[in-house]
Structures are given as structure tokens and as C-alpha cells.
């Protein structure tokens, strides 16, 4: 009987963790005016409100713009520190460590409310660019592992070699670091992406009506004007996170296949 | 080695410690002659691979000089050397074709690219892996995958090719047929090659001269031969070729290296040469090596009687083991014809050796 | 320092600036606005300074009175006295109209104050309202803390329960720990044996199955809490399967409860615990628990005695992960829960965004933190080898 128990268990967690992101999909094409389902009919209309809504394109701009923006510095940046550290084992190394993951530890509620008394008093509590430098900060500790793992299981010998054969440090670094280690920068930058487009609190705290991203813009509709447009702002989310969910693996297992035939 | 030609490669008083306190390398004088083959033996940090990895410019020596053709090299970076590697772990670009690893050092040097193919192409066929151009490494087999590596040290002429344990990832047969092409390679490239290897027997086979290492120092320098059959100090007694190890006691001392020993566990005093003078009475211990030691009718002179504790069947010979406890043990190399198939342990046998393959060394530490 | 720690540090230094000056600073200011008393030292200047030398007893000297009439009549900055008077209301309901009064009447005073001032607001003859100016004449103080644990601190420096209507503050944290607890042990009970089938699946079949597992992760939160929001509603479809399988007659409240709190943040949460679970069981594999099985273990001891202690860190890391991410949410409970449900963190942004109250909202979020640090501590303790085998 156990034999079965766990397999059917399991399964139907499996089903309760995906399903409810699927119920959302059938309502965004209803004909209705309210947020039910089974739906009346189909129709185009919600979305029709949505690409037509002065208020939601620019949401959706404005998450764009922040979440290249977020992708970028925290790329730039992390990639960067992930370097540092695993170049040498320098003095208070772990300390440093320690100070770049305290974004992942720290609640994110706390970090929001800090965020905003602070930035309020710089003047950048209502800025698309507060929003950008609170999110690079949160994804950035993700970009630093993700790179890191990377270098970490890089193989020395590879760099050796290169060396040996006649290359200048740079460009060994060039022509055999950089694509070896490419994949867990890019899978950094995506998670990058995702954390800051994904991100609501920090955005509650730190945007003003005119900077309103999609997810707070999603919020603003739930608590206050419950349009199905909602619906169909979220299936557009939904695509986009299948989509960003979709590279990364493809990026993953490219990684995994050079990692395979240079440990041999 | 040739005394007319200057050696390619000379190490002068080298230390290298990573701490500052204990020296992985210490007082290390060591000169490479151009074109020989010269393996480093020796076991798990001996500091032979670090003394590759000072060669090769990836450690710099904290004391000493190393020079090659007469001009130090320490201030040189790796990639100035033009010295070929090959890893244990191949270290092929997996991210490149073989033909393009193999262009790689072609490329640092600037060399046109019709011309990068036809060396490419001829360093392929001296590996036999023409058809392998377009593969990517890890569509490779482990032999193929290190003939790769072999082909992409040699393709740019270096002036040295070092390698560092290049076999141990393969298996016993393919590292055996992979012995014989390097050693092949070699001849035909007239080529200096620095080998590191804690393979005695890939030493042996391999090499014009061996250096063993241990605790840093090299212990013993020299052609197969001698390593193998006069070894200097009990550690290179054991670690080149199998040995064994008895317990004595100096009986009587003469004029020349032939003195005479009792063996404690075997009840008999046997003829045995020392390279060193010894004093009567001094414990001492009997190296001698397993096919040294014959079975003689009985009543030879000079022979000896022990009990056979096992006899073990290794196919083509018999090993016959001799003596209870693991510390002093005595095994012989029989083949078939040599003794009656009807013994079994616990039969008493005689058994008899050449003085000289018997060496004395001190008992106790490594060192003699 | 040697050339290679040089260019380690010139790497990491920008990142490092960043969340230094972004991040670490901020938190530091928060902890700083906790306790941060400005209000009345701005707005009643001389009378804070005279209030120094009085000693609490009875009524202060004339020359507060002074103080206090001229900070009345002299007052240039409306908004800092309207701060100063919510401050004090704060802290003692009815101040505020007590000192609205003061303020009205400052002009047509006449010495000496002391007379004529409780005239006209009778409230200033009583030493009460002197002494809540004078403790607040502090530009620090501990009230913002002492509140957050429904506490206060009379002018003598006494500890004391604050009255029984304003203490909602302890209950908050344990409501937001008996939450976070229950959610937690809801996703052991639901991630494990998920966890299990799943490095138990062959590749192929893991890949699929952990796509259900991918997805949602990647999807955002807002997301998953929104479709949860449409499906709790009264008119929503989980109500109508149940109507149309004749379970129920009519619809169920379940939106803006608990049990929709639960439910939510179970599903938001279980990926972050199946992911590091089954990072660990993939890496222990099975051999530790066949060779229980062939030295004579029946299946439920292989289970307890072998194969949950090795994967144990696993499941401490995956709910510790899961604890800390629903003991700091705000999104989930504030959509789909009631009043009743809300955790520490709506307080947080309610005394932020609408009440203004950035002492009160530092303040949580100063606890909050600690106890984040306290489990975090109390974890590395009791399981030190927590996250051990997890893979990125």
C-alpha cells in the first residue's frame, strides 16, 4: 500500500502546485464583467483593456526598463564580486561574504521600509532609479552564487593549458574563462531579470503613481478596482516567466555539457 | 649524458615552500640534457609535480635558480616559456573542435592559417587521429582524448614538453599501449621530455634516466638500470620494483662489501653485500628482490631452509611467501618447471640468492 | 597586501559600496529611527531645555511656563507642532486636543504663566502633561520598542504593560510565529514525500516532474496569490466545483480567512522547500538505505534510522528557508486574508504608508529582524550541519 501512497501523494502535490497558475488563463479570455469562472464566454476584451490602458502599458514599460536596468548592474556587479572572490583568499573575505548575502537573510519587508526612510531623505523615494539600486541589491547576492558556482567548479587546468600554449593572461582569459563560465553569468542575469520584474514590496514602498510597475499596478487593481483585466495581466506574467524559466534551462545544460567534458 | 652539450635544463639550490616553514621542494640540483627523457618519480607530495609546475612557470622557486639554455627563467611567464603541457586531466577546450585546440597555440603565434592546417593536420596523423579533426572533446574516448593533448603540445615545436601524470586516468591496458607512443613520440621528435609519474614501472619503461623523489628530495638520480638494481637507500630499494625487507644482524665484516648477516626469522646466517661499512652486531636490513631468490636442492652451500607459509598463483609464475608476520617477510618469484607441483604450504624448502643481489641498508628510518 | 588580494578587493569593492551604502546604511537608519524622538525638541525647543532642570514633582517653576508660552507664541514650523502633537497623542490620548488648546490660547496670555495658563487649559495645573513633555524631551527613547512589545514607560523610567485595548503588539508577533509555523510544517508534510518521488523518478521523468515544480517557482508571487485570490472567492470556481458535486448547497466563505492565508502561502512556499530537499536526497541516493534493507531493517526503520537523518540538512535548510520567507510576507496575507490574519509585516507598512508613524514602523521592523537573527542563530546551533548537499 505504501508503495502507492507516496507516488499518488506526491502527484497530487505536484498537481496543486501547478494548477492554480493554469486557472487564471481560461479567465483572462472571459466574457464577463466580474472575476468568475466557469466563464460566460470568450472574448479578447480584457486583454483588449489591457495593451489599450494608458495605465498598464506604462506599468509594463516601466517593469521593463527596471528589470534590463536591475539585470544589468546586478550582472555587472555581481559578476564582478564573484571574481574577487574567487581570485584570492584575501582578508576578510568571509566578513565580505557575509555582508552580500545579508539582502537574501533580512526579511524583505525590512528591507523595503529601510529603503524607503533612506532614499527618502537622498529624494530617490519616488524614481524608477531608487527602485533600480534597491533592486540590484536584492538580486545581486543571487548573480555573486550563481557565478561563483561557476568559477568554483572551473577547471585551473584549462587556464593552465592556455597559458602554456603561448597565450597572453588576457586572452586566455578571453578565449577560454569567459565561455567556459558564460552560462552561470547568463543564468545570473536571468534570475537578475526575474527577481526585479517578479518584485512587489519593495516596489509598494519605493514607487509613486507615476512610476508604478506591472506587479504594483496588479496590486493597486486588486485592492481597489477588481477588473478582470488583472486576469489577463497576470497570464501575460505567467508567459513571460515560462519564457525566462525556458532560457535558463537551456543555458543550465549547455553549462552542464562543458562542465562534463573538461572534468573528465 | 652527452658531456659535450650543455644541459637544456639546470635547477641550482631550488627551495619552494608555500608556507614559509615546510619546504615542499628543498635543495633541489637537478640538470635535464637536451632530448633525453627524464621521469620524476616518486610518491603523493614528493615535490615532483611541484618541480614540473616550477618549470612550466605556474610556481615560482622561493629560493634558487632555474635556467634553461643557459638563461634563467624564473622572471619569464608561462606563456613566454614555449615549453608544451600535457595534464593528467587532458585540459582540452571543451568549447573547441580538436582541430581548433590544436590551432590554439598556432594562433598565439601568429602563423597563417593555411599554414595552422597543414601542421594541424600533420600532428593528427602522428597521433593517428586524422579523422578526428571536427570532434569535440567530449566526444572523445580517455585514450583518444590524451592523444589530443600529446598532439597540441607538440603541433607548435616546443623547446621541452612537460607532462604531468598523463596516463593515470586510463586504464591499465591503454596506459601500457600509451607508454610505448610517447616513448615512440619521443624518438621520433628528438624532443626534451620531463615526465612525472608515481609509476615505477612507467618509469622503467619509459625513461633514458629516472630522478625518485621523496620528502622533497630527489634520493636517487640515474638510467632504469641502476635505479632499479643498485638503489642508494632503502626507499628507493622499496619503491622502484618489488622488494623484500628482512631483519639481521651483522655476524662478520670483511675487507670488501660482502659481509654476513643473521636472519632473525629464519634462523640462518646468508651471505649479502653493503655498500657501507658496518659494525658487528648492528641491526640491519636485507633487501632483496623476489625473482633474486631460487629454490636450491637441498645441502647447497650457503643456501638457507624456510617453511612456505602460502603459495599464490599468478598465472604465468608462482609466488611462494615466506614467514608469518607482514614486517619481515620473505617472497620469491617461481616459475612452474622450478618446483614440485605437489608442495604445499607448510613444506620446507631451500632457498638460495647471489650475494650480491642481497643489500644491506640501516634499519630504521628510510635514509641509509 | 600581496598584488592578488589587491585585485580581489578592487573586484568586489563596487558591489560591496553598493550594498554598504544601499542597503547596510538604510537598515542601519531604521534601527536609528526606532528610537529617534525629534518631535517635541523641534517643536518646543526652550521648553524642552527648561524642562531639564525640573525634577518631575509636582508643577515646574515658572520659567517653564515661560518656555512653553514663548515656543507657543514664537512658532514658526506648523507642521513640526503638528507632529509633535500626534507624538504625544501617541503616547497619551487627548494631549493632542490638550495642546491644540494650549496653542489657541498662547497669544492672550499674560504672566505669570503659571496662573493664567491652566486658566485657560485647566489640563496644564496638572503635573501630567508636564512630565509627557518632559520625558519626551529626549531626543531618544525607547517608547517606539517598548510598544512594539506592548510596553511602556512612565516619566520615572517604570516598565509597564500598556492598558489591555492597546496591547495588540505581542499578540501580532505570535500570530505571525504560529503562522509561519504552521506553514512550515504543512510544507514538510506536503514537500517531502514530493521531494522523495521525485529524486526516486528516473531523468527523464524528474525533469518533467520538477517543471511542476519550476514553474510555479518562477512564477511571481503576486501571481500565485492572485489566482488564489479568484479562486477563494465566494463566486469563485472552487465554490462552484463544490456546488456542482452537490458537496455544499451554498457558497463557502473562504476568501479573507485563514484558512485562505494558509492555502496561499503553502502554495507559494512548498517550491522553496521541495528544491532544496530533493537537492539533497538526489545526492544521497539510495545505498545508505539498501544496505539497511540488506542487513535485515524493515522499510520504516530504513526510513527513520537511515534515510531521514541523511536528509535531514535538507530538510532544516529547506525549512528554515521556508519560516524566515513567511514570518517577513507581506503580499499574500494582505490579499487574501482578514484583519485578523495580518502578520507583522502589514503593521510595518501600515505604520509606514498610511499612519506615518516611522518610529512605530522601525521599530517592528527592528524586531522583526531580531527574531529573524534569533532563529537563524538558534538553527546554526541545534542543526549545524543545515544546507549541507544542496547544490545551486
Same mark, same amino acid.
Given at each position: 500500500?505504501?508503495?502507492?501512497?507516496?507516488?499518488?501523494?506526491?502527484?497530487?502535490?505536484?498537481? @496543486?502546485?501547478?494548477?492554480?497558475?493554469?486557472?487564471? @488563463?481560461?479567465? %483572462?479570455? %472571459?466574457?464577463?464583467?466580474?472575476?468568475?469562472?466557469?466563464?460566460?464566454?470568450? =472574448?479578447?476584451?480584457?486583454?483588449?483593456?489591457f495593451? @489599450?490602458?494608458?495605465?498598464?502599458?506604462?506599468?509594463t514599460?516601466?517593469?521593463?526598463?527596471?528589470?534590463?536596468?536591475?539585470?544589468?548592474?546586478?550582472?555587472?556587479?555581481? $559578476?564582478?564580486?564573484?571574481?574577487?572572490?574567487n581570485? =584570492?583568499?584575501?582578508r576578510?573575505?568571509?566578513l565580505?561574504?557575509?555582508?552580500? =548575502?545579508?539582502?537574501?537573510?533580512?526579511?524583505?519587508?525590512?528591507?523595503?521600509?529601510?529603503?524607503f526612510?533612506?532614499?527618502?531623505?537622498?529624494?530617490?523615494?519616488?524614481?524608477?532609479?531608487?527602485?533600480?539600486?534597491?533592486?540590484?541589491?536584492?538580486?545581486?547576492?543571487?548573480?555573486?552564487?550563481?557565478?561563483?558556482?561557476?568559477?568554483?567548479?572551473f577547471?585551473?587546468?584549462?587556464?593552465?593549458a592556455?597559458?602554456?600554449?603561448?597565450?597572453?593572461?588576457?586572452?586566455?582569459?578571453?578565449?577560454?574563462?569567459?565561455?567556459?563560465?558564460?552560462?552561470?553569468?547568463?543564468?545570473?542575469?536571468i534570475?537578475?531579470?526575474?527577481?526585479?520584474?517578479?518584485e512587489?514590496?519593495?516596489?509598494?514602498?519605493? $514607487?509613486?503613481?507615476?512610476?508604478?510597475?506591472?506587479?504594483?499596478?496588479?496590486?493597486?487593481?486588486?485592492?481597489?478596482?477588481?477588473?478582470? $483585466?488583472?486576469?489577463?495581466?497576470?497570464?501575460?506574467?505567467?508567459?513571460?516567466?515560462?519564457?525566462?524559466?525556458?532560457?535558463?534551462?537551456?543555458?543550465?545544460?549547455?553549462?552542464?555539457?562543458?562542465?562534463?567534458? =573538461?572534468?573528465? | 649524458?652527452?658531456?659535450?652539450?650543455?644541459?637544456?635544463?639546470?635547477?641550482?639550490?631550488?627551495?619552494?615552500?608555500?608556507?614559509?616553514?615546510?619546504?615542499?621542494? #628543498?635543495?633541489?640540483?637537478?640538470?635535464?640534457?637536451?632530448?633525453?627523457?627524464?621521469?620524476?618519480?616518486?610518491?603523493?607530495?614528493?615535490?615532483?609535480?611541484?618541480?614540473? !609546475? !616550477?618549470?612550466?612557470?605556474?610556481?615560482?622557486?622561493?629560493?634558487?635558480?632555474i635556467?634553461?639554455?643557459?638563461?634563467a627563467?624564473?622572471?619569464?611567464?608561462?606563456?613566454?616559456?614555449?615549453?608544451?603541457?600535457?595534464?593528467?586531466?587532458?585540459?582540452?577546450?571543451?568549447? !573547441?573542435?580538436?582541430?581548433?585546440?590544436?590551432?590554439?597555440?598556432?594562433?598565439?603565434?601568429?602563423?597563417?592559417?593555411?599554414?595552422?592546417?597543414?601542421?594541424?593536420?600533420?600532428?593528427?596523423? /602522428?597521433?593517428?587521429?586524422?579523422?578526428?579533426?571536427?570532434?569535440?572533446?567530449?566526444?572523445?574516448?580517455?585514450?583518444?582524448a590524451?592523444?589530443?593533448?600529446?598532439?597540441?603540445?607538440?603541433?607548435?615545436?616546443p623547446?621541452m614538453?612537460? !607532462?604531468?601524470?598523463?596516463?593515470?586516468?586510463?586504464?591499465?591496458?591503454?596506459?601500457?599501449?600509451?607508454?610505448?607512443?610517447?616513448?615512440?613520440?619521443?624518438?621520433?621528435?628528438?624532443?626534451?621530455?620531463?615526465?612525472?609519474?608515481?609509476?615505477?614501472?612507467?618509469?622503467?619503461?619509459?625513461?633514458?634516466?629516472?630522478?625518485?623523489?621523496?620528502?622533497?628530495?630527489?634520493?636517487?638520480?640515474?638510467?632504469?638500470?641502476?635505479?632499479?638494481g643498485?638503489?642508494?637507500?632503502?626507499?628507493?630499494? #622499496?619503491?622502484?620494483?618489488?622488494?623484500?625487507?628482512?631483519?639481521?644482524?651483522?655476524t662478520?665484516?670483511? #675487507?670488501?662489501?660482502?659481509?654476513?648477516?643473521?636472519?632473525?626469522?629464519?634462523?640462518?646466517?646468508?651471505?649479502?653485500?653493503?655498500?657501507?661499512?658496518?659494525?658487528?652486531?648492528?641491526?640491519?636490513?636485507?633487501?632483496?628482490?623476489?625473482?633474486? /631468490?631460487?629454490?636450491?636442492?637441498?645441502?647447497?652451500?650457503?643456501?638457507?631452509?624456510?617453511?612456505?607459509?602460502?603459495? /599464490?598463483?599468478?598465472?604465468?609464475?608462482?609466488?611462494?611467501?615466506?614467514?608469518?608476520?607482514?614486517?619481515?617477510?620473505?617472497?620469491?618469484?617461481?616459475q612452474?618447471?622450478?618446483i #614440485?607441483?605437489?608442495?604445499?604450504?607448510?613444506?620446507?624448502?631451500?632457498?638460495?640468492?647471489?650475494?650480491?643481489?642481497?643489500?644491506?641498508?640501516?634499519?630504521?628510518? /628510510?635514509?641509509? | 597586501?600581496?598584488?592578488?588580494?589587491?585585485?580581489?578587493?578592487?573586484?568586489?569593492?563596487?558591489?560591496?559600496?553598493?550594498?554598504?551604502?544601499?542597503?547596510?546604511?538604510?537598515?542601519?537608519?531604521?534601527?536609528?529611527?526606532?528610537?529617534?524622538?525629534?518631535?517635541?525638541?523641534?517643536?518646543?525647543?526652550?521648553?524642552?531645555?527648561?524642562?531639564?532642570?525640573?525634577?518631575?514633582?509636582?508643577?515646574?517653576?515658572?520659567?517653564?511656563?515661560?518656555?512653553?508660552?514663548?515656543?507657543?507664541?514664537?512658532?514658526e514650523?506648523?507642521?513640526?507642532?503638528?507632529?509633535?502633537?500626534?507624538?504625544?497623542?501617541?503616547?497619551?490620548?487627548?494631549?493632542?486636543?490638550?495642546?491644540?488648546?494650549?496653542?489657541?490660547?498662547?497669544?492672550?496670555?499674560?504672566?505669570?504663566?503659571?496662573?493664567?495658563?491652566?486658566?485657560?487649559?485647566?489640563?496644564?495645573?496638572?503635573?501630567?502633561?508636564?512630565?509627557?513633555?518632559?520625558?519626551?524631551?529626549?531626543?531618544?527613547?525607547?517608547?517606539?520598542?517598548?510598544?512594539a512589545?506592548?510596553?511602556?514607560?512612565?516619566?520615572?523610567?517604570?516598565?509597564?504593560?500598556?492598558?489591555?485595548?492597546?496591547?495588540?503588539?505581542?499578540?501580532?508577533?505570535?500570530?505571525?510565529?504560529?503562522?509561519?509555523?504552521?506553514?512550515?510544517?504543512?510544507?514538510?508534510?506536503?514537500?517531502?514525500?514530493?521531494?522523495?518521488?521525485?529524486?526516486?523518478?528516473?531523468?527523464?521523468?524528474?525533469?518533467?516532474?520538477?517543471?511542476?515544480?519550476? +514553474?510555479?517557482?518562477?512564477?511571481?508571487?503576486?501571481?500565485?496569490?492572485?489566482?488564489?485570490?479568484?479562486?477563494?472567492q465566494?463566486?469563485?470556481?472552487?465554490n462552484a466545483?463544490? *456546488?456542482?458535486a452537490?458537496?455544499?448547497?451554498?457558497?463557502?466563505?473562504?476568501?479573507?480567512?485563514?484558512?485562505?492565508?494558509?492555502?496561499? *502561502?503553502?502554495?507559494?512556499?512548498?517550491?522553496?522547500?521541495?528544491?532544496?530537499?530533493?537537492?539533497?536526497?538526489k545526492?544521497?541516493?539510495?545505498?545508505?538505505?539498501?544496505?539497511?534493507?540488506?542487513?535485515?531493517?524493515p522499510?520504516?526503520?530504513?526510513?527513520?534510522?537511515?534515510?531521514?537523518?541523511?536528509?535531514?540538512?535538507?530538510?532544516?535548510?529547506?525549512?528554515?528557508?521556508?519560516?524566515?520567507?513567511?514570518?517577513?510576507?507581506?503580499?499574500?496575507?494582505?490579499?487574501?486574508?482578514?484583519?485578523?490574519?495580518? *502578520?507583522?509585516?502589514?503593521?510595518?507598512?501600515?505604520f509606514?504608508?498610511?499612519?506615518?508613524n516611522?518610529?512605530?514602523?522601525?521599530?517592528?521592523?527592528?524586531?522583526?529582524?531580531?527574531?529573524?537573527?534569533?532563529?537563524?542563530?538558534?538553527t546554526?546551533?541545534?542543526?549545524?550541519n543545515?544546507?549541507?548537499? +544542496?547544490?545551486?
Amino acid at each position: 500500500m505504501m508503495r502507492f501512497a507516496v507516488p499518488a501523494f506526491a502527484i497530487l502535490v505536484l498537481v @496543486f502546485m501547478i494548477s492554480p497558475i493554469f486557472v487564471i @488563463f481560461p479567465l %483572462s479570455f %472571459s466574457s464577463g464583467s466580474v472575476l468568475t469562472l466557469p466563464v460566460p464566454g470568450y =472574448s479578447l476584451q480584457w486583454y483588449e483593456d489591457f495593451f @489599450f490602458s494608458e495605465r498598464w502599458l506604462s506599468a509594463t514599460k516601466n517593469s521593463f526598463i527596471v528589470g534590463f536596468a536591475t539585470m544589468f548592474l546586478a550582472g555587472i556587479l555581481g $559578476t564582478m564580486a564573484a571574481f574577487g572572490i574567487n581570485y =584570492s583568499d584575501f582578508r576578510g573575505k568571509k566578513l565580505i561574504l557575509a555582508a552580500l =548575502s545579508l539582502p537574501m537573510i533580512v526579511p524583505l519587508i525590512v528591507t523595503a521600509t529601510s529603503m524607503f526612510l533612506a532614499f527618502s531623505i537622498v529624494g530617490i523615494a519616488n524614481s524608477l532609479s531608487g527602485l533600480v539600486i534597491a533592486h540590484t541589491i536584492i538580486a545581486a547576492p543571487y548573480v555573486v552564487i550563481t557565478v561563483l558556482a561557476s568559477l568554483q567548479t572551473f577547471d585551473m587546468n584549462l587556464l593552465r593549458a592556455a597559458l602554456s600554449l603561448g597565450a597572453h593572461p588576457i586572452t586566455a582569459f578571453r578565449e577560454v574563462v569567459m565561455p567556459m563560465i558564460m552560462p552561470g553569468v547568463i543564468a545570473g542575469a536571468i534570475f537578475a531579470f526575474a527577481t526585479s520584474f517578479d518584485e512587489l514590496v519593495i516596489a509598494i514602498f519605493i $514607487t509613486g503613481p507615476g512610476q508604478f510597475t506591472l506587479p504594483r499596478q496588479m496590486f493597486a487593481g486588486l485592492r481597489e478596482f477588481l477588473s478582470p $483585466t488583472i486576469s489577463a495581466a497576470a497570464v501575460i506574467m505567467v508567459l513571460l516567466s515560462f519564457v525566462l524559466l525556458f532560457f535558463t534551462e537551456l543555458v543550465r545544460q549547455r553549462g552542464e555539457r562543458l562542465k562534463a567534458s =573538461s572534468n573528465e | 649524458m652527452n658531456q659535450q652539450t650543455p644541459p637544456h635544463v639546470v635547477f641550482r639550490d631550488v627551495d619552494k615552500s608555500y608556507d614559509g616553514k615546510n619546504r615542499v621542494v #628543498s635543495g633541489l640540483n637537478l640538470e635535464i640534457a637536451k632530448n633525453e627523457f627524464l621521469t620524476l618519480l616518486g610518491p603523493s607530495g614528493s615535490g615532483k609535480t611541484t618541480t614540473l !609546475m !616550477m618549470l612550466a612557470g605556474f610556481e615560482a622557486p622561493t629560493a634558487g635558480s632555474i635556467t634553461f639554455e643557459g638563461r634563467a627563467i624564473t622572471d619569464v611567464p608561462t606563456y613566454k616559456r614555449d615549453f608544451g603541457m600535457v595534464f593528467q586531466n587532458y585540459a582540452l577546450f571543451p568549447h !573547441m573542435t580538436v582541430a581548433e585546440n590544436l590551432a590554439f597555440p598556432l594562433r598565439m603565434r601568429k602563423i597563417g592559417k593555411s599554414e595552422i592546417s597543414d601542421r594541424v593536420k600533420k600532428t593528427l596523423d /602522428v597521433v593517428k587521429l586524422g579523422d578526428f579533426a571536427d570532434r569535440k572533446p567530449l566526444q572523445l574516448s580517455g585514450g583518444q582524448a590524451q592523444r589530443v593533448a600529446l598532439a597540441r603540445s607538440i603541433v607548435f615545436d616546443p623547446k621541452m614538453v612537460l !607532462m604531468d601524470e598523463p596516463l593515470g586516468a586510463l586504464d591499465k591496458q591503454l596506459r601500457e599501449h600509451m607508454q610505448l607512443e610517447i616513448k615512440r613520440l619521443h624518438h621520433e621528435l628528438n624532443i626534451t621530455m620531463l615526465y612525472v609519474t608515481h609509476d615505477q614501472t612507467e618509469a622503467l619503461t619509459m625513461s633514458d634516466r629516472v630522478a625518485v623523489f621523496n620528502d622533497g628530495k630527489i634520493q636517487q638520480i640515474g638510467t632504469p638500470q641502476e635505479m632499479y638494481g643498485a638503489p642508494a637507500n632503502k626507499f628507493v630499494a #622499496s619503491f622502484m620494483g618489488e622488494n623484500n625487507s628482512l631483519n639481521g644482524k651483522v655476524t662478520k665484516t670483511g #675487507s670488501g662489501n660482502e659481509i654476513s648477516v643473521y636472519l632473525e626469522d629464519f634462523g640462518a646466517e646468508v651471505q649479502v653485500t653493503s655498500s657501507r661499512a658496518r659494525e658487528v652486531g648492528q641491526s640491519v636490513k636485507v633487501m632483496v628482490r623476489p625473482e633474486d /631468490v631460487h629454490v636450491a636442492p637441498n645441502g647447497t652451500q650457503g643456501a638457507f631452509t624456510a617453511k612456505i607459509t602460502d603459495i /599464490v598463483y599468478y598465472g604465468d609464475h608462482l609466488r611462494l611467501v615466506f614467514g608469518a608476520s607482514a614486517e619481515s617477510s620473505l617472497t620469491i618469484r617461481v616459475q612452474h618447471h622450478e618446483i #614440485s607441483a605437489a608442495l604445499e604450504p607448510g613444506a620446507e624448502v631451500t632457498l638460495k640468492w647471489q650475494p650480491e643481489h642481497a643489500l644491506v641498508f640501516k634499519a630504521g628510518d /628510510v635514509l641509509d | 597586501m600581496s598584488r592578488k588580494s589587491r585585485i580581489s578587493w578592487l573586484l568586489v569593492a563596487p558591489l560591496l559600496a553598493l550594498v554598504l551604502i544601499g542597503f547596510i546604511l538604510p537598515i542601519g537608519y531604521t534601527l536609528f529611527k526606532s528610537v529617534k524622538n525629534p518631535e517635541v525638541t523641534a517643536a518646543l525647543p526652550r521648553t524642552a531645555a527648561a524642562l531639564e532642570v525640573w525634577d518631575g514633582i509636582d508643577l515646574p517653576p515658572e520659567a517653564v511656563f515661560q518656555a512653553f508660552v514663548q515656543d507657543l507664541t514664537e512658532a514658526e514650523d506648523r507642521k513640526a507642532f503638528g507632529a509633535m502633537t500626534r507624538r504625544l497623542n501617541f503616547e497619551q490620548s487627548g494631549a493632542r486636543s490638550t495642546l491644540m488648546s494650549a496653542n489657541r490660547n498662547a497669544q492672550n496670555l499674560s504672566e505669570p504663566f503659571t496662573t493664567s495658563l491652566p486658566e485657560a487649559v485647566s489640563e496644564f495645573g496638572e503635573p501630567e502633561i508636564w512630565q509627557l513633555i518632559k520625558q519626551h524631551s529626549n531626543p531618544y527613547t525607547a517608547q517606539y520598542l517598548l510598544r512594539a512589545m506592548d510596553l511602556k514607560q512612565d516619566h520615572q523610567g517604570n516598565v509597564s504593560r500598556v492598558q489591555e485595548d492597546q496591547a495588540i503588539f505581542v499578540e501580532l508577533f505570535w500570530r505571525t510565529f504560529e503562522i509561519s509555523i504552521f506553514v512550515t510544517l504543512l510544507c514538510i508534510f506536503l514537500g517531502y514525500p514530493t521531494a522523495y518521488y521525485i529524486s526516486t523518478l528516473s531523468d527523464r521523468g524528474a525533469s518533467y516532474a520538477m517543471l511542476f515544480v519550476l +514553474i510555479p517557482f518562477w512564477t511571481s508571487i503576486l501571481v500565485r496569490t492572485t489566482a488564489w485570490f479568484i479562486l477563494l472567492q465566494r463566486e469563485g470556481p472552487i465554490n462552484a466545483a463544490l *456546488m456542482g458535486a452537490g458537496l455544499i448547497d451554498e457558497p463557502m466563505t473562504m476568501i479573507f480567512t485563514r484558512f485562505a492565508v494558509y492555502i496561499a *502561502m503553502v502554495h507559494v512556499l512548498l517550491p522553496f522547500f521541495v528544491l532544496p530537499v530533493h537537492s539533497v536526497m538526489k545526492r544521497q541516493g539510495m545505498e545508505y538505505v539498501k544496505a539497511a534493507a540488506s542487513l535485515g531493517a524493515p522499510p520504516w526503520k530504513q526510513f527513520l534510522t537511515v534515510y531521514l537523518p541523511l536528509t535531514m540538512p535538507g530538510v532544516a535548510a529547506g525549512a528554515v528557508i521556508v519560516f524566515m520567507l513567511s514570518v517577513g510576507f507581506y503580499v499574500t496575507p494582505a490579499l487574501v486574508g482578514g484583519l485578523q490574519d495580518q *502578520m507583522v509585516s502589514y503593521y510595518i507598512a501600515f505604520f509606514a504608508n498610511q499612519t506615518i508613524n516611522l518610529g512605530m514602523a522601525s521599530s517592528l521592523a527592528v524586531l522583526l529582524l531580531i527574531f529573524t537573527a534569533v532563529i537563524i542563530v538558534i538553527t546554526k546551533i541545534l542543526l549545524p550541519n543545515t544546507g549541507r548537499g +544542496i547544490r545551486a
